[in-house]
């Protein structure tokens, strides 16, 4: 992290949980209310597609089929992302780490700096209703507001409430077949990071099956009590 004050401690915030948790939405209120940067390793491999790096044509597969980017080529992009001068005052980390690998790396890119992990929160729902939730989200093409068909449609149909926007997109994973491999995936690689993060006693836990004021609300504690610290 590109940190040359000695005399502050960047935040490093992890959010875990699994597709449809509510990681993105939270992160971005995050990075609003406290200057923090949101770096979610999903946008980056989004953006490297996109783009058609190297990169990008080795992870479109893998991201297609809901699986997980092998750990050299997220943990390159993140690397890179993380000597960018805006994170100096601390990053929410949304979607990395996902496997023990990243989680070992990230605390040794972390002790490189003198700094370490803030917070891990863990973000506590029920399986059963993620596919719902993921498979009908669709987000503003320009400024990036998040949308549901069912759970939270624009005040002006068609028109984004944020910005105006009338262009939208979908992820392409975000259909219920590709969900449930992603659960599979965050079951198998990414749950037991919650131990983890207990065993170095940085862990939060927040249920986050309620609304995402009450969510975000709790979230924003958690946040003033670790930088207080
Ligand atoms: P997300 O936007 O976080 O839901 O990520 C979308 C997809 O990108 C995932 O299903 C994975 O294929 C890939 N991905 C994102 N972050 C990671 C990561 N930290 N490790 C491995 N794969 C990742």
Redesign the pocket.
Known sequence: MANTDTQTRPAVLILLGP?GAG??TQARMLQQDFGLVQL???????AAVKAGTEAGQR?KA??E???????D??LAI?RDRMAEPDTARGVIL??????PG?AEALDALLAEQGASVSAAISLEVEDAAMVERVAGRYTCARCGEGYHDRFKTPAVAGVCDACGSTEFTR?A?DNAE?VKA?LE?YHAQTAPLIDHYDGLGVLKRVDAMGDITTIAADLKAIVREVSAQ
């Open positions: 597709p990681k993105g979610s390793t999903g946008d980056l491999l989004r992870a893998v991201m089929a809901g699986g997980l980017v092998s750990d080529i997220v993140l949304d979607g990395f780490p996902r496997t990243q992820r994973d590709t992603r995936a």
